[in-house]
C-alpha cells in the first residue's frame, strides 16, 4: 500500500479530509493561540485541499491559517500567529505567549519579561529564533522577551513535547519564535504603524516621563518570477515605565527569641513589629530598536536557500527617589524606641500597628540605573533535494548579546535621630508614615545615616553571551511501506561562551566623610512619597554630584569578585528520526515519530577565589556528560473531530549558567582549630533530567467550538540544590598565610540531587457566538485553566518536609478572552490569572533572589477599526489598546522572623496602566 494512496477510495479519502480541515477551520474562528500559517504551509499533507469557502480576515484570517499545524502536527504544540504583517494580537510577545494553557508570564519592572512553562523555572524552557537557540541577555540562560520587538515577530511556536529534531529543546517546552519569509506571501507588503504611549501615573519625579511612542514598518517583496524574496522591518519603541513602591523589610516578635539585647523602650512585649521600611517611585525610559532582514532565495523545487539578520539595541534609563530605615534594635544612633505603641490581633498574635517611632535615621536614596543590551541573530539556512527521496539541509548561525549597566546610588538624610508617625497594617496596601521635612535643602544633607560605611555605591558590570552553532540534517523519503513516510539523521555542533565582569566602587564625601549640603542649583524639584504619607524627599541627578562632592574608589567583597566568571560549554547532538503515518482502519489514521538524540556535553569554567576581600587564586574546573534521549510523538485522528495525542520522552536541560561559575570564598580560620570553610559555584554540574509523559484529548464539533484535555507528568530524576559536602578537598586553594589542620572542610555549593515529580492538567476551549444564534455572529470566547503540582522541595531533601514550591510554580493559571470582530470593528478583553507562586528576580547588588509572589490578575483591553476596501481610507486601521486596565498591583510576602509560620507582606508595588492609541497603514 503507497503513502499516497493509504485509503483505499481515494474520493473517499479526500471527503474525509475536507471534513477534518473544515471542522478545524470553525474551531480557528475562536482559538487563536495555535501555530503559525508559514509553518502549516510547509509542515502539511500536500493532498490537502484549500477550502474556497473559509475567506476570513484580522483574528479569525490569523487563527484559520494556523488550525492546520495544530491539527496536523504530531507534537503537542501551542502557538500565536500574526493577523498580518508586524500584528501579533499584543504589544509584547511575552503576553501573547502567557495566554497560552499551561503558560504563565513573570512581570519584572512592570512589563512580563519571562516565561513559566507548565510551572517550571524560565531557566528550564529553551528559547529558539528560527529553531536556533538563543542567547540571553541576563546572568543566566532565561530569555528575556522584551528583547524581541512584536511587530518583527510574525509567529510563535511552543512545544510541550519534543521531538528528535528539535535542537535546544528544554525540560519544560521550547518556545520557537519565527520571523517571516517572504516567499510564502503572494505580493509586495508594505505596511507602516506608529503609536502614541501615555501612562496613567502622571510623571512622578522631575526627571520621570509618563509618555512615549512606538513605530515600525516592514517591506516584503519578491523578484525574479517569485524565485527571490526579501523582508526588512524596524520597529522602535520609546516607552515609558513607572512605579510606586513600598516595601516592609521584615517583621518580628523581638522577644520570642534570645536576639541579645533588644529592648526597646515603649515597643508592646511579645508583639510582632515591623523592622524597617521603604518607600519609592520610579521611573524608567525605555528606547528599543530593533531590525530584521530576510533574503529567501529559491530558483526551482531542488534548492531553497534563507539568510536571515535580527538586530536589537534596548537602552533603559531608570532613576529612582525613595526614602527607607531600619528601626530594629541595632538600628544606627544608639537604638529607635517607640511611644503611644498599638497593636492588632493577627491570626492570634499581637502586632503592632500605629504608634511613633524615635530615635530613627530614615535615609533618601536618590539612585541611577542605566542599562544598554545589544542582541545580534543570524542564520543561513539551505536545503537540497535530489533524486526525489533525498533531502540535505544545512544551517549556519551565530547569536551573541551583550549587556553594558551601571548602578549608581547616593545616600542623604537629616542630622541625628528622627521621629517617624506610622499607621500599618499586615494586609497589603501601600501603609503610612508621616516624617519631618526630607526636602529641607537647608536640613537635608549627603551623608550615611544608617552607617553602611560609605556614602555611595556604584557598580558597573559587562557580560556577554555567544552561541555558534552549525547543522546538517538528510531527509529520506519512503515510498514503499506501509507506515514509514520518511526519516532523517543529522547531527549539530553548538559552542558556547558566557563571562562577566563586574567593578564595585564605593563614593564618599571628602573631609571625613563630613556631611555636606547640596547646591540650591543642582537640585530638582521635590519628589513626592505621598501615596505613603512620606511628603516631598530631596531628589537629585546622582551622576551630576558624584564627580562634584565625592571621592570614588574601588572597594569589592569576596561576593562583589566572585561575580568575575567564564563559562564555556560545547554540545554535539546527533539524532535520528521516523516518521510515521498509517491508516489504521477507513477513519482511524495514526501518524507521529519516534527518535533519539545522543547529546555530548562538554563545559569548564574559569573564576577567581576570593578571601577578605582580595584575589587569592583563580581556577579553571569542568565536566563532560553525555546523554541519550529517546522521544515518541503519536497521534491518532478518529474522524468526526475526535483527536487523541501521546508523547513520551526523555529531556534535559543544563544548568543555569551562573550556577556553573568557578567562582569560591574559601579560607582557613583565623583561630583554633584553623579549619578550611566556603562557598561557590560549581563547574562540574550535571543538568537537570526527566521522562515526560503527554496526553491530549481533543475534541472538534459544531462551528467554531473546540474543548481539549491535556494531562502531563514529569519525572525528574535529578533536581539542583545547594548542598553543604563536610569533606571538600581545599588542597588547590591557597591558605593566604594560614596553616589548616587538615586540606578538607565544608563546602556550600549547588550539586546534583534527587528529584521529583511534576504533573498538571490543562483544559482549554473556545466558543463563537453563532453557535447559539446567527445575531452572535462575530463574538467568540477563549478559556484555558491548568492546574500543576510537584513532589520537589526546592530547598532539597536533606533539609526536611517544606511547603515550599520551586521557582515559576503556580498551581492555577487561567486565560480568559472575549472578542467581537465584524464589519471592520474589533474588540478584545483579556485577563490573565496565576496563582501565588516563588519567582525569581535580580536582588540586591545583582544577586539572584526567590521571593514568594502573590497571585495576580491582569487585564487587557484592545478596540480597533479597520476602514473598508471601498473606502478612501482603505489599508488604514486605527487601535486603541490598554494594558494593566486595572492597575493590578505587584504583591510578594514574607516569613516572620520568630518561628510563628506567618506570612506578612513584604512588596507592593503599582505601575499604572499603560493607554496606547495608534494606527497601521498597509499599501
Same mark, same amino acid.
Given at each position: ?194 503609536? #502614541? ?128 530605615? =531600619? ?103 501601600? @501603609? ?61 555542533? @553548538? ?9 564595585? !566602587? ?23 512619597? &505621598? ?21 570614588? !574608589?574601588? =572597594? ?18 546527533? !539524532? ?123 475534541? #472538534?464539533?459544531?462551528?467554531?467550538? #473546540? ?23 581545599? =588542597? ?12 578538607? &572542610? ?39 485553566? =491548568? ?27 487561567? @486565560? ?48 480597533? #477599526? ?58
Amino acid at each position: 500500500m503507497k503513502h499516497s494512496n493509504r485509503i483505499k477510495d481515494p474520493s473517499s479519502r479526500r471527503a474525509l479530509r475536507k471534513q477534518h480541515l473544515a471542522v478545524a477551520c470553525c474551531v480557528a474562528l475562536a482559538f487563536p493561540v495555535i501555530a503559525s500559517a508559514q509553518q502549516a504551509a510547509s509542515s502539511a499533507d500536500p493532498s490537502v485541499e484549500t477550502l474556497d469557502a473559509v475567506k476570513v480576515t484580522g483574528i479569525r484570517a490569523a487563527i484559520a491559517s494556523a488550525v492546520e499545524t495544530k491539527n496536523e502536527s504530531t507534537s503537542i504544540v501551542e502557538a500565536i500567529s500574526a493577523e498580518d504583517i508586524g500584528k501579533l494580537p499584543d504589544v509584547s510577545i511575552a503576553d501573547s505567549i502567557s495566554r497560552l494553557p499551561g503558560l504563565a508570564t513573570q512581570r519584572v519592572d512592570g512589563r512580563s519579561q519571562v516565561i513559566n512553562i507548565r510551572g517550571m523555572s524560565e531557566q528550564l524552557a529553551g528559547t529558539l529564533l528560527n529553531g536556533r537557540e538563543q542567547v540571553s541577555t541576563g546572568d543566566s540562560r532565561g530569555v528575556e522577551f522584551d528583547q524581541y520587538p512584536a511587530e518583527l515577530i510574525n509567529a510563535v511556536t511552543v512545544y510541550k513535547t519534543p521531538d528528535a529534531t528539535l535542537i535546544g529543546q528544554g525540560l519544560s517546552g521550547t518556545v520557537d519564535l519565527q520571523t517571516i519569509r517572504p516567499l510564502s506571501l503572494d505580493g509586495r507588503r508594505i505596511v507602516f504603524s506608529g503609536q #502614541y504611549e501615555d501612562n496613567s501615573f502622571d510623571a512622578l519625579g522631575a526627571d520621570g516621563d509618563d509618555k512615549g511612542y512606538r513605530a515600525s514598518a516592514s517591506y516584503v517583496d519578491q523578484f525574479a518570477d517569485n524565485t527571490v524574496g526579501i523582508a526588512l522591518g524596524v520597529a522602535r519603541i520609546d516607552s515609558p515605565f513607572q512605579e510606586k513602591h513600598y516595601k516592609a523589610w521584615w517583621w518580628a516578635d523581638m522577644d520570642a527569641v534570645d536576639w541579645g539585647d533588644p529592648a526597646q523602650p515603649g515597643r508592646p512585649a511579645n508583639a510582632i513589629a515591623l523592622q524597617g521600611s521603604e518607600g519609592w517611585v520610579k521611573s524608567r525610559d525605555l528606547q528599543r530598536d530593533g531590525v530584521l532582514g530576510v533574503v529567501e532565495f529559491k530558483p526551482n523545487d531542488s534548492f531553497h536557500s534563507v539568510l536571515d539578520l535580527y538586530y536589537s539595541k534596548f537602552d533603559q534609563d531608570e532613576v529612582m527617589h525613595g526614602a527607607m530605615w =531600619s528601626n530594629d534594635p541595632w538600628a544606627p544612633g544608639g537604638g529607635v524606641s517607640y511611644s503611644d505603641a498599638q497593636t492588632t490581633d493577627y491570626h492570634g498574635y499581637p502586632v503592632v500597628t500605629s504608634g511613633t517611632l524615635n530615635g530613627v535615621r530614615p535615609v533618601i536614596r536618590n539612585d541611577s540605573n542605566q542599562r544598554e543590551d545589544k542582541l545580534v541573530s543570524t542564520g543561513w539556512a539551505n536545503s537540497f533535494k535530489w533524486g526525489d527521496v533525498y533531502t540535505l539541509k544545512t544551517d549556519l548561525s551565530y547569536s551573541r548579546a551583550e549587556r553594558e549597566q551601571s548602578a549608581l546610588e547616593l545616600y542623604a538624610g537629616r542630622l541625628g535621630g528622627q521621629s517617624i508617625g506610622f499607621n500599618i497594617s499586615p494586609t497589603f496596601r501601600f @501603609n503610612q508614615y508621616s516624617l519631618p521635612d526630607m526636602a529641607d535643602p537647608g536640613a537635608v544633607y549627603l551623608w550615611d545615616p544608617q552607617n553602611w560605611g560609605h556614602d555611595g555605591r556604584l557598580e558597573d558590570s559587562f557580560q556577554k553571551d555567544v552561541i555558534k552553532a552549525g547543522r546538517v540534517e538528510l531527509n529520506r523519503l519512503v515510498e514503499s511501506s506501509d507506515f514509514l513516510r520518511s526519516f532523517d539523521v543529522g547531527f549539530n555542533y @553548538n559552542r558556547r561562551t558566557k563571562e562577566k565582569v563586574a567593578t564595585v !566602587y564605593f563614593a564618599d564625601l571628602p573631609n571625613g566623610r563630613a556631611p555636606v549640603l547640596v547646591d540650591s542649583s543642582l537640585l530638582y524639584s521635590p519628589t513626592s512619597l &505621598g501615596f505613603v504619607g512620606m511628603g516631598d524627599i530631596l531628589s537629585f541627578n546622582p551622576r551630576g554630584l558624584v564627580n562634584r562632592y565625592y571621592d570614588v !574608589y574601588v =572597594s569589592e567583597s569576596n561576593d562583589d569578585l566572585r561575580k568575575d566568571f567564564i563559562v564555556e560549554e560545547t554540545v554535539k547532538t546527533f !539524532y535520528a528520526k521516523a516518521n510515521l503515518d498509517m491508516d489504521i482502519t477507513d477513519t482511524v489514521r495514526l501518524r507521529g515519530n519516534a527518535g533519539v538524540q545522543y547529546i555530548r556535553t562538554e563545559q569548564q569554567s574559569t573564576g577567581f577565589n576570593a578571601n577578605n576581600s582580595s584575589v587569592t587564586g583563580s581556577q579553571t574546573l569542568g565536566a563532560s556528560y553525555g546523554d541519550i534521549l529517546p522521544s515518541l510523538n503519536l497521534v491518532a485522528d478518529f474522524g468526526d473531530g475526535w483527536m487523541l495525542r501521546f508523547g513520551a520522552a526523555k529531556v534535559l536541560a543544563r544548568p543555569p549558567i551562573n550556577y556553573l561559575s568557578a567562582d569560591s570564598s574559601a579560607s582557613v580560620s583565623t583561630t583554633a582549630p584553623f579549619v578550611w570553610s566556603g562557598s561557590g559555584g560549581n563547574p562540574t554540574l550535571e543538568p537537570y533530567r526527566a521522562n515526560n509523559y503527554d496526553l491530549s484529548f481533543e475534541k #472538534y464539533f459544531g462551528e467554531g467550538n #473546540y474543548v481539549g484535555l491535556a494531562a502531563f507528568y514529569k519525572n525528574l530524576e535529578t533536581y539542583i540544590y545547594r548542598q553543604n559536602f563536610p569533606e571538600w578537598d581545599f =588542597s588547590a586553594y591557597d591558605p593566604d598565610g594560614q596553616t589548616p589542620i587538615s586540606n578538607f &572542610g565544608n563546602y556550600s555549593t549547588w550539586a546534583n540531587g534527587s528529584g521529583g515529580y511534576m504533573r498538571g492538567l490543562e483544559l482549554s476551549g473556545a466558543i463563537t457566538g453563532d453557535t447559539f444564534h446567527d445575531a452572535l455572529d462575530g463574538f467568540g470566547a477563549l478559556l484555558n485553566v =491548568s492546574y500543576t503540582e510537584s513532589s520537589i522541595d526546592p530547598d532539597g531533601p536533606e533539609n526536611g518536609a517544606s511547603t515550599d514550591t520551586i521557582p515559576g510554580l503556580s498551581k492555577i493559571v487561567a @486565560n480568559a478572552t472575549v472578542y467581537y470582530e465584524k464589519h471592520g470593528f474589533s474588540a478584545r478583553v483579556s485577563q490573565r490569572y496565576r496563582d501565588a507562586y516563588r519567582g525569581e528576580y535580580s536582588s540586591l547588588f545583582g544577586q539572584r533572589q526567590i521571593r514568594y509572589t502573590k497571585s495576580e490578575r491582569t487585564m487587557d483591553l484592545q478596540l480597533g #477599526y479597520d476602514f473598508p476596501e471601498a473606502s478612501m481610507f482603505k489599508g488604514l486601521s486605527v487601535l486603541l489598546q490598554v494594558n494593566n486596565l486595572t492597575n493590578e498591583p505587584f504583591r510578594t510576602e514574607v516569613s516572620e522572623s520568630t518561628g510563628t509560620g506567618l506570612l506578612f507582606p513584604e512588596e507592593y508595588t503599582e505601575y499604572g496602566r499603560q493607554y496606547m492609541l495608534g494606527f497601521r497603514y498597509k499599501l
